[in-house]
């Protein structure tokens, strides 16, 4: 079971350019969440799904946009990059709808840097 | 809204040493709380996590933190480090009504030296 799995790994970003960053798991979890982590912020939440078909705005959230199709794929797109947006991006998932009583699972991270 | 403050951003100690890394949250309900373990060039792993019951908490590799309702804090501790343990950890707080939304303290790197 690979649980979740984030393409690519690092990418280099020239600014203006559209970028989709894939998240998949295999863990049936009904939520999915997008961080980034930027030094000493820790993680802060970009977008969220409670489900498949819906969507949520997490703590920033301007510049991207999510979709969930399915259960298990999570996409976050950054329109238009900008050189505030290189970061590196953290998928989650947890098993629960309302996840109160469920922990998060990450994935390995895809590093992004936008030039 | 839910916050979450580690109070050391870097911690430089010697194998065998114990170690406490404070954590205190801003929340006024009902609080599940975690720390996360992020190894060098790894992802985020679950060290442990509190949502009832008894106040401490017992984890991987020998890491426990303790609930302190009074006090919103969450601090993890352990009696004695390997250069292994060399990581950042994130202290996290999930608030009841923020339903499953976790936020993340800043971060804790440590250093372990051999």
């Known amino acids: 079971i690979a649980g979740i799995t984030q393409a690519p790994t690092s990418q280099i970003l020239a600014a203006g350019r559209r970028m989709t960053l894939r998240c998949t798991q295999d863990?049936?979890?009904?939520?999915m969440y997008w961080y980034r982590q930027d030094l000493g912020l820790g993680l802060r939440l970009i977008h969220y799904s409670n489900t498949a078909g819906t969507t949520g705005k997490g703590e920033v959230p301007d510049g991207y946009s999510v979709s969930r199709a399915n259960t298990d794929d999570f996409p976050l797109t950054l329109a238009s990059a900008v050189p505030s947006q290189t970061s590196v991006y953290f998928c989650?998932?947890?098993?629960?709808?309302?996840?109160?009583?469920?922990?998060?699972?990450f994935g390995p991270g895809t590093r992004l840097t936008v030039l | 809204a839910q916050s979450v403050s580690q109070h050391n951003h870097h911690v430089i100690l010697s194998e065998a040493a114990s170690l406490e890394l404070g954590c205190n949250y801003s929340y006024g309900g009902t609080v599940n709380l975690f720390w996360y373990v992020q190894y060098p060039g790894q992802h985020l792993q679950l060290l442990l996590k509190?949502?009832?019951?008894?106040?401490l908490v017992k984890g991987i590799k020998g890491f426990e933190a303790e609930f302190i309702k009074s006090k919103f804090s969450f601090n993890l501790r352990k009696p004695s480090v390997q250069w292994s343990d060399t990581a950042e950890y994130f202290c996290?707080?999930?608030?009841?009504?923020?339903?499953?939304?976790?936020?993340f303290g800043g971060g804790t790197r440590v250093l372990v030296k051999p």
């Open positions: 509190y949502f009832s019951g008894d106040p």
């Open positions: 996290a707080v999930n608030g009841k009504a923020a339903g499953n939304k976790l936020t």
């Open positions: 989650a998932s947890s098993a629960g709808a309302t996840a109160f009583y469920n922990e998060q699972f």
């Open positions: 863990m049936r979890h009904n939520a």
